[in-house]
């Protein structure tokens, strides 16, 4: 009696095969990648899903059968003509198999969402009707035994097929611990080494050590020079917690040519109507650091814009150091705040467009020559709907804007490597964590635009990052960064009292959320950990169903036996 797979235990026995052979895939994949480590990075996407696909064409091709359908006793079966035999099968798998369409889906610098909608119909609609189209389906090898085909003579028995499964899961664990001793950080290899992943080598990096070698300049020259073409440069902050970012912007605002040609720090932090406060403090003496340290703290409580308390432990050394500079400076760096007290959350969509205006009305009632201006992430894109967007319209040709190593959300909203990580190996290759780097005529520009996940309904749009940014600042490697949240003073009576009132007016925040910190200030490390260890817990959770797998493969070869 003919068997078939699509029964309900053909089902259950066509889904274990797929189990069996993804994972094969999984460690086939880190085979690969070690093998191309040399050459180029391989990312997990796209580069296991196409090792997946070319799994499947092979096994396909070579042996009618894959590794997973074999131990099941399954294989392709071939009604149309041999000749085409090839042609069919790539397209079988290059259009319906589930690498592929996840491939076709997701593969591309930007989200298109017409174009993922239609792609979707297609593959679906090819894969219900791709027996007819394709003439290749899944069936028990016994099927074509009597017709005297080919496929026959490739029917192994479970053992040895356990046995080759069992092979390639050891030879890819081998092969990603060997990755990762070869090419992984070695700051988290000595602090944590369950969060060590494998990065690009130094070979595959080279254009990018030669261009910082060769090209890599001052960080304050480089702005220095863009203040001689440009008269507004918008500098794209990292996360806001982070906390060396602002020990150089401190440093670069304070540089004796700053203070004297440039003068004008615009900043996303910190209300618009509290200029003139925090012009107050800075030319207040205070006796002591701590009558300093309660008056910067009271400050930033009374100066607050879409969230109830901002409670970055960096905005408050920054405001502290820059009151005590400005206060002895004979020409002090004026700093000028441009967000607004958000009491209306339905508004919030003109947040860029408001911030924009305040720097854009500021410079022109001002007579601001030149400025230097302090945004995060996408608000410093020069695209549509962003601020430094509506800076460029109302300055054409005079506005700037540079980008300082950072991280990326990725899907899951958890910080990922830019470029995975190829600019921060370079640095490290380099032997230079503090250098800026301009887009044009160089790799760095030339790399596709990934700090933010582009998505449009209609056409596809492939951005480099020297479409975004004129530059970049790399300053400190990822694993010498912080993030620090809690400053002196913070809950003070008069302050807690203040905060209180506050959130009759700015709904969409709890002060109870900020009160872990009364018991001092908390900061988290930088660089890849957390994405590293849970990506490593997934690699494990793979690991560990492939050795279920096999166990249960193993069982099964025993009781046939």
């Excluded at 085909?149 to 390639?168: A, C, D, E, M, Q």
């Excluded at 960080?219 to 020990?247: A, M, S």
């Excluded at 694993?479 to 007016?505: C, D, H, R």
Aim: glycine letters at 6%; charged letters at 20%.
């Amino acid at each position: 009696m003919k068997f078939n797979p699509l029964s309900k235990n053909g089902e259950y026995y066509t889904f274990m095969a797929f189990l069996i052979d993804a994972t094969a895939a999984f460690f086939v994949y880190q085979t690969v990648a070690l093998i191309a480590a040399y050459f180029f990075f391989m990312p997990f996407f796209p580069g296991f899903f196409t090792v997946w696909l070319l799994y499947y064409l092979g096994c396909f091709i070579l042996k009618g059968t894959t590794l997973g359908l074999t131990f099941f006793d399954f294989c392709l079966e071939d009604k149309g003509k041999r000749q085409t035999y090839i042609l069919r099968i790539i397209l079988r798998e290059g259009l319906t198999s589930f690498p592929a369409v996840v491939l076709w889906l997701f593969l591309g610098d930007s989200i298109v969402l017409l174009r993922i909608a239609l792609v979707a119909i297609v593959c679906l609609a090819l894969t219900i009707w791709r027996k007819r189209l394709f003439k290749l389906k899944v069936i028990r090898k016994e099927a074509v035994a009597s017709n005297g085909s080919l496929l026959n003579s490739l029917r192994s028995t479970r053992w040895k097929i356990s046995g080759i499964y069992g092979s390639v899961i050891v030879l890819g664990v081998a092969c990603f611990c060997l990755n990762v001793w070869l090419t992984g950080d070695k700051v988290i290899m000595s602090e944590k080494p369950i969060a060590m992943r494998p990065r690009p080598s130094a070979n595959s990096v080279g254009k990018y050590v030669d261009y910082i070698n060769s090209d890599g300049k001052d960080i304050n020259k480089y702005i220095k020079e863009l203040f001689r073409e440009y008269d507004h440069v918008v500098l794209c902050e990292r996360w806001h917690p982070e906390g060396t970012q602002y020990d150089m912007i401190y440093d670069l605002v304070t540089t004796p040519y700053f203070a004297d040609s440039i003068g004008h720090v615009f900043t996303e932090i910190g209300n618009v109507e509290k200029r003139e406060d925090f012009r107050r403090l800075t030319a207040t003496a205070f006796p002591n650091d701590s009558l300093r340290e309660k008056a910067v703290a009271s400050f930033i409580v009374d100066s607050q814009t879409v969230w109830l308390l901002w409670s970055n432990t960096n905005w408050f050394n920054f405001l502290k150091k820059m009151s005590e500079f400005n206060h002895d400076c004979e020409k002090p760096v004026d700093l000028l705040f441009t967000d607004i007290l958000w009491k209306d959350y339905g508004k919030i969509s003109e947040r860029d467009s408001v911030m924009a205006y305040n720097v854009i009305n500021t410079v022109r009632s001002d007579s601001i020559g030149k400025s230097l201006v302090i945004m995060n992430y996408r608000h410093a894109f020069m695209k549509a709907p962003n601020c430094a967007y509506y800076l460029q319209n109302a300055f054409p040709g005079k506005v700037a804007n540079v980008v300082l190593n950072t991280f990326r959300p990725n899907v899951f909203q958890i910080p990922s490597a830019i470029r995975q990580g190829r600019w921060d190996v370079a640095a490290e290759y380099a032997g230079k964590d503090r250098f800026a780097v301009d887009f044009k005529d160089s790799p760095f520009g030339d790399d596709p635009f990934d700090l933010f996940q582009v998505v449009s309904l209609y056409s596809p749009k492939t951005v480099k990052y020297k479409d975004m940014f004129n530059g970049m600042i790399y300053y400190t490697l990822p694993a010498q960064q912080y993030a620090g949240n809690g400053f002196p003073y913070m809950f003070t009576p008069g302050n807690e009292a203040k905060l209180q009132a506050e959130k009759a007016v700015m709904p969409g925040d709890r002060l109870s959320n900020y009160y872990y910190m009364k018991h001092g200030s908390s900061v988290q490390k930088g660089g890849n950990y957390f994405e590293n260890y849970v990506l490593n817990l997934a690699y494990l959770l793979i690991a560990l169903l492939s050795i279920i797998l096999l166990a249960g493969m193993s069982i099964a070869a025993f009781r046939q036996r």
